[in-house]
């Protein structure tokens, strides 16, 4: 068997390292908001995490359009592999933003279009990993797997905006201020910088983790290839 | 007309044709015969222009697969198993369908010297679900020759038919291949293939074991060199 | 034996032919894909049966399920409506795609020397026909059995808008499921989440068409089911042939 690439060995030791300052930066050096409380400093994993999950699922969507256009079985993997993560990490968000708004919205749960649009997207990448499963062909699987994550992921953006069309009470941190959106605050610099790092911490980990998962991919792979020519003799 | 040049196919991982090389030329019959998972289905479909080979070079009426499938897919009329007729329509109207789908010139009158080349013309109004194994082949061989192609492939075409229908398809085979068209056939019936082809190719494991002109055996021989090939 | 580079090729196939008879011969593949499956339907009727036999049910099921009474049924009519084709939708999609696996025709379609998207959108629109066949009866239906009035030209629009979009994806898609281990189970699991937006813009505008609203308020939705129905027409014409080529 072939040793972990150098790189991905010392990736394993920065993510962790990053992983810790992330939870001390978070849950120590970010000031506590004074509406919300404690309870707010859910949002710089929950953000992290939607959009490590955005990032997962383009890449899915990349990752499929190059393998259609080349045939090679490499982008194949590392699109299934981009996906198992986006679930995951979606999971994350959609969980930690359930756990924020029961105090801060007084409800687990509301039809507000972020909230939709995470759980639509979560769906349909549920049904790309079932779509995978009931396909025996391995070029098959792969071809179907990038078809539907190229529609899947084209229809992502317009279900956002069907829902945006109906009123919203997400608050929008970053980007606008508005002041009707309950549970929206001003980030003080600290706040800022544990936030930057917490999207940083969760880009490498997705980093490291989509490698290992596609290094593992390649090895099974390489079995399979193994077993073949042993039956072949 | 039909070239193949080290054609490796692979599903997935698992190899199927494992460096095949084959060469039909102009208004030759071969028939291509194996054990099952040999990969005769699967050298047809590539030739069909159906599935794309792995690696390897593979041309048809001098088109090469799959760059230039159309041009190949003009020439090319394909029987398989399988009648892919549909069963809610009429024998006329299935080759009718087909007839559209191939842009074919004075579809009519073709359509009625196709009915009558495989004796359907009595039959052409009615559903194809309602007609017998034997008389959807037949139908089935309508489809393939309606834009007169160069090349004919047949994959297994027996499959599923008595005696009497066999026989006629047999019949039927010879007036296609006749025609100085280039027929490459699938079967695992040996007598019925030597009866048939001009050569037989052997394919075994994914290559191609052997090659044997119709002159070359005495009778008898040939299913020997057969087990021998195959199960080496 | 008549000369094959005379035959009027369908697009793709002999460069040599001009634009126009290019363009004759993809459009004839086109109507020869429609007309099959509108004869075959025609006298099997298995595919509208089920669909039709399929949405009165499922009216009937909500009917009992939300008490349609005249107050509920002026705001859900529209929801209800939709839901049904949606469900029925499915019905038909898999229907259409399994007769073309089930004896190999896609094979032979395959085997046609026609560039692929033309048998895309050759069963893309027998099924858009198939589609507005069952509206065109569930909506009288539905105005007779609540004696309300559904004829509203807007209405009629938001439903074309709306099928196109959902036969659009429901096409590519159920190419893929019906070659799936578990097709039938697939389908309405890969279609719905995609289509989301379609059906919640459907429904929003056919609701505004129905409570009479403002067409500044409709607009919006109506702009919507445009944008779905031309961005994923064009993303299916360019990845239908990796669903059914091997």
């Known amino acids: 068997m072939t040793p972990a690439p150098k790189l991905l060995r010392a990736l394993n030791w920065i993510t962790g390292a990053m992983f810790l300052v992330a939870c001390y930066l978070v849950l120590f050096y970010a000031p506590r908001e004074a509406v919300m409380g404690e309870v707010q400093r859910v949002f710089y994993f929950h953000v992290s995490a939607g959009w490590v999950g955005a990032l997962a699922f383009l890449t899915t969507a990349v990752c499929g359009g190059v393998y259609l256009a080349r045939g090679d079985r490499r982008w194949g993997n590392v699109a299934l592999a981009s996906v198992e993560l986006g679930v995951v990490f979606t999971l994350v968000n959609i969980v930690t933003g359930s756990i924020w708004a029961r105090p801060a919205w007084n409800t687990w749960w509301t039809w507000d279009p972020r909230l939709v649009t995470a759980t639509v997207m979560e769906l349909i990448y549920i049904a790309y990993i079932m779509l995978r499963q009931g396909i025996e062909d391995p070029d098959r699987r792969a071809r179907f797997g990038s078809v539907y994550g190229i529609i899947g992921f084209l229809s992502v953006p317009v279900t956002f905006l069907s829902i945006r069309l109906f009123r919203t009470i997400h608050p929008v941190v970053i980007g606008s201020n508005d002041p009707t959106a309950e549970g929206a605050f001003d980030m003080t610099p600290r706040m800022l910088q544990a936030f930057m790092f917490s999207l940083l911490t969760f880009t490498v980990l997705y980093v490291t983790l989509l490698w290992h998962r596609v290094r593992l991919q390649s090895l099974t792979d390489h079995v399979e290839r193994l077993k073949m020519r042993l039956l072949a003799q | ?232 | 034996m008549p000369d094959v580079a005379s035959l009027p090729g369908a697009l793709g196939v002999s460069p040599g032919l001009s634009f126009g008879s290019r363009l004759r011969g993809y459009l004839r593949a086109i109507g020869a894909v429609i007309w099959k499956d509108l004869a075959a339907e025609l006298r099997s009727r298995e595919l509208l049966g089920g669909m039709l036999v399929f949405a009165l049910l499922v009216i009937l099921i909500f009917n009992f399920a939300l008490e349609l009474d005249v107050r509920t049924r002026q705001t859900v009519t529209s929801g209800v409506l939709w839901a049904t084709f949606a469900f029925a939708g499915t019905l038909g999609l898999n229907r259409s795609m399994a007769i073309e696996k089930d004896r190999g025709c896609l094979d032979g379609l395959l085997l046609a020397p026609v560039d692929r998207s033309a048998l895309y959108f050759g069963k893309m629109l027998g099924n858009l026909t198939f589609m507005l066949i069952v509206e065109a009866i569930v909506l009288p239906t539905y105005s007779v059995l609540y004696n309300t009035n559904l004829f509203n030209p807007g209405l009629v629009l938001v439903i074309l808008l709306g099928s196109i979009g959902y036969v659009v994806v429901g096409t590519l898609l159920s190419a893929m499921a019906v070659q799936a281990r578990t097709r039938d189970v697939l389908l309405p699991i890969l279609l719905f989440p995609v289509i989301l937006p379609v059906l919640i813009a459907a429904v929003k505008a056919s609701n505004g068409y129905l409570q009479g609203l403002e067409a500044a308020d409709i607009l919006p939705w109506l702009n919507l089911l445009i944008v779905f129905d031309v961005i994923f027409t064009a993303a299916a014409f360019m990845v239908f042939e990796y669903v059914v080529d091997e």
């Open chain 2, 1 to 232: 007309m039909i070239e193949v040049h080290g054609l490796v196919k692979a599903f997935g991982l698992k190899p199927i044709l494992r460096g095949v090389d084959l060469n039909v030329a102009e208004g030759e019959f071969v028939a291509l015969v194996g054990p099952n998972g040999a990969g005769k289905t699967t050298l047809l479909r590539i030739l069909a222009s159906l599935s794309r080979p792995t690696a390897g070079e593979v041309r048809v009426g001098g088109h090469r697969l799959p760059a230039r499938a159309s041009e190949a897919r003009m020439i090319l009329g394909v029987v398989s198993h399988q009648p892919l007729l549909y069963g809610d329509l009429t024998a006329e109207e299935n080759l009718r369908f087909y007839g559209r789908m191939y842009g074919i010139p004075d579809l009519d009158q073709r359509l009625a010297q196709v009915l009558k080349t495989v004796g359907l013309w009595p039959r052409r109004r009615d559903l194809v679900r309602e007609f017998s194994r034997g008389m959807q082949q037949r139908l089935s061989i309508g489809r393939a020759i309606l834009h007169d192609p160069q090349v004919m492939l047949f994959d297994e075409p027996h499959t599923g038919l008595d005696q009497e229908a066999s026989a006629m398809l047999d019949e039927l085979l010879r007036q296609v291949a006749a025609r100085g068209r280039t027929v490459l056939m699938t079967s695992h019936d040996l007598s019925r293939a030597s009866d048939l082809a001009e050569r037989i190719d052997i394919l075994s494991k994914g290559v191609i074991a052997g090659t044997y002109k119709r002159g070359e055996l005495g009778p008898g021989e040939l299913p020997e060199i057969y087990r021998e090939v195959t199960h080496a």
